[in-house]
């Protein structure tokens, strides 16, 4: 153990980013994972049925294309990241599901009454994805640089479950 310079624990992505960007400022870096495979949040298994693969802790993952750390090594040269028409689902009581499909419309159509409340909720975030990213993958303690996209994130964050959005 004596000539390691860092131990990263954990093999999720944040885990191999750190140990990615230690290794290549010249540290000798060791990665360990409790799992029985590597990938932390982003990994897939057939859970269920053959051929039927499932996330094993998250569902999707919008904003890798936007992190600097796949930007600085990039990434997107060596990676595909495969973008589904259906983000996710989630099953309902009475055998119904929400779906949001990658296009807002056709998800605010599909959530019926409640969809002109979803769409007025992300359609603004959606507008403005760019910053959005800029701001959510930046330092916690910043200015942000587009303060009105900030804003409008925070309240629209702020806003759901009060008794204002639950009237809608």
């Not at 605010?108 to 002109?116: C, P, Q």
């Not at 930046?138 to 996209?149: E, Y």
């Amino acid at each position: 153990m004596g000539d390691i310079d860092a131990i990263v624990v954990g093999s999720g992505p944040n885990g191999l980013a750190a140990a990615v960007t230690m290794a290549r400022a010249g540290l000798r870096v060791e990665v360990h994972e409790g799992a029985d495979t590597i990938g932390g949040g982003s990994r897939t298994a057939e859970l269920t049925l053959p051929g039927f693969h499932h996330d094993i802790c998250s569902a999707v993952h919008p904003m890798a294309l936007a992190s600097g750390f796949f930007r600085a090594f990039q990434l997107d040269r060596r990676i595909e990241l495969v973008v589904p028409e259906i983000s996710y689902g989630h099953p309902l009581d009475g055998g119904v599901s929400g779906i949001a499909y990658r296009d807002i419309d056709r998800t605010a159509d599909a959530l019926g009454v409640d969809g002109r409340a979803w769409k007025q909720l992300m359609g603004p975030l959606a507008a403005t994805a760019d910053r959005v990213a800029q701001f959510t993958n930046g330092p916690l303690l910043q200015v942000p640089r587009h303060p009105p996209t900030a804003i409008r994130l925070g309240l629209r964050a702020l806003e759901q479950g009060s008794p204002a959005w639950n009237a809608r």
